[in-house]
């Protein structure tokens, strides 16, 4: 399983971009990338997914060099509500093997 | 369309007891997970259904067990509570191989 590594924390003012960086150096070719928003007691949701380049929707933009060793996920003009714990997944698109959180990154936005 | 959907939201139980879990995936996911949160040991994986059959396992006790019933619905069921079994369920679904997967607002479970 690819392991990841992210920031254990960051801060941040309300209405700056925030870009989240997380390395997975063995990544593997049938392995996608996964974010996860969590809140307090609540379930991860889904915020974006990928496999290179770049993918963005409403809410996030996610950044993937070619040799895909890591990947950024930035979140544009933050506001008090974007503040939770942040994970990156790397998982196959086969599906053998379950999604593995790590710690995730703790963002804190500041008003 | 429902979200995924966990019964029941808190439970407390004593040292020694059992519990059932249940989930509900969404309308036509046929993957369902379940994962164990706590604050030393965060998101940890409990093991994965996916039309019935058990696919993959994390490294739990056999205490921990799970099944999946021919509509998807999944309970989780933990025998012989320990304190530390005091954690989030949370449960997860997807339409299939390396297709989103969605959370569930999980289970509080309260071991006294």
């Known amino acids: 399983l690819a392991k990841t590594t992210q920031p254990i924390s960051m801060d941040s003012y309300e209405g700056q971009e925030v870009n989240i960086t997380c390395s997975h150096n063995?990544?593997?070719?049938?392995?996608?990338i996964t974010w996860y928003q969590q809140f307090p007691s609540q379930g991860p949701r889904f915020i974006i997914q990928?496999?290179?380049t770049k993918v963005t929707n409403e809410v996030a933009s996610l950044f993937i060099p070619a040799d895909r060793k890591s990947s950024t996920l930035s979140l544009p003009r933050v506001s008090l509500s974007d503040t939770a714990v942040y994970y990156c997944?790397?998982?196959?698109?086969?599906?053998?093997?379950?999604?593995?959180f790590g710690k995730g990154t703790r963002l804190s936005v500041i008003a | 369309k429902a979200g995924v959907t966990q019964t029941p939201r808190y439970l407390i139980k004593t040292r020694g007891q059992q519990v059932t879990l249940s989930c509900s995936p969404i309308s036509g996911h046929r993957s369902v997970s379940w994962y164990q949160q706590t604050p030393g040991q965060g998101l940890q994986f409990l093991f994965e259904y996916f039309s019935e059959t058990q696919r993959n396992k994390g490294n739990f006790p056999g205490r921990f067990s799970g099944r999946q019933f021919s509509n998807s619905r999944s309970e989780m069921n933990v025998s012989t509570l320990e304190l530390g079994d005091s954690a989030l369920y949370l449960c997860?679904?997807?339409?299939?191989?390396?297709?989103?997967?969605?959370f569930g607002q999980g289970t509080r479970l309260t071991v006294v």
């Open positions: 063995n990544i593997a070719t049938n392995d996608y």
């Open positions: 990928g496999y290179k």
């Open positions: 997860a679904s997807s339409l299939g191989a390396g297709e989103k997967t969605f």
């Open positions: 997944l790397v998982g196959d698109v086969v599906g053998n093997t379950p999604l593995v």
